[in-house]
């Protein structure tokens, strides 16, 4: 398999686990969200290692261990984004499985299991026509500020949803235009959404126009930007006005 073809194949199969794990009844809860988190992690864990062991792996699950960083080539994953959705058995949680090579998110697939979604970096499509008013996914319990503050200035909607990644397959299939996230996220909460992201053609970067890099010593990444391409320019100078 190519890289992408295993992204894709490690986000479908670990979805379908984790739709499995839900329907068995055994868990509710937290207890759900952390039999699922584990259950996920093991087989992608697993199979990454098993597919690819010369690789470097970074999963919101596991312990991180520095020898990743002398890794050219590190997949990122995390096996449910969304705990919270995943729990309350709605549909906007995702699966993540990404690859960043020397630093950039080259490739990936984001599986949407509860709509029967996988969207991979190798299988683009065009995007969808805008709406005439633009779109903002926010999180649906504690929208970021400076989105709030961009939609008021750009007389936009806000859309409320779940996880990142349902967030940013929003804009990816069209549901919405701009994704602006600045309340801190980590590597494997947009490693593989951007590598889809880009390949679909929208606009990916910090939310100062800087460029996203991963499989750094610190996982930690403050802020986010997906948008379409028309919008980037004019979300990139209203947030620096906003700042200001």
């Known amino acids: 398999m190519t890289d992408a073809e295993l992204a894709a194949a490690l986000a479908e199969q670990a979805g379908r686990i984790l739709l499995e794990v ?31 062991p010369d690789d470097g792996l970074l999963s919101e699950e596991s312990k991180d261990t520095l020898e990743r960083l002398d890794k050219s080539r590190v997949w990122i994953v995390d096996p449910v984004d969304g705990t919270r959705e995943y729990g309350e058995e709605r549909t906007d949680w995702a699966v993540h499985v990404g690859l960043a090579v020397d630093g950039l998110a080259t490739t990936g697939a984001v599986a949407l299991p509860g709509l029967g979604l996988v969207l991979r970096s190798d299988q683009p499509s065009p995007l969808p026509a805008a709406a005439d008013k633009p779109r903002l996914v926010v999180s649906r319990t504690r929208p970021a500020a400076e989105a709030v503050a961009l939609a008021e200035t750009i007389g936009g909607e806000l859309v409320g949803m779940g996880s990142a990644g349902a967030k940013a397959m929003a804009v990816v299939r069209g549901e919405a235009e701009i994704y602006l996230h600045s309340g801190g996220q980590y590597e494997w909460d947009n490693c593989a959404p951007v590598a889809v992201a880009q390949a679909f053609g929208l606009h990916c970067s910090r939310i100062d126009g800087s460029p996203m890099a991963y499989n750094q010593r610190d996982t930690y990444l403050p802020d986010l930007l997906i948008c379409r391409p028309e919008w980037a320019e004019r979300v990139l100078a209203e947030v620096q006005s906003l700042a200001s």
Do not use: Y
């Open 22 to 52: 839900r329907a068995s009844g055994m868990f509710a809860g937290k207890a759900l969200g952390q039999a699922g988190d584990k259950t996920a992690n093991e087989f992608l864990v697993a199979a990454i290692r098993a597919q690819r």
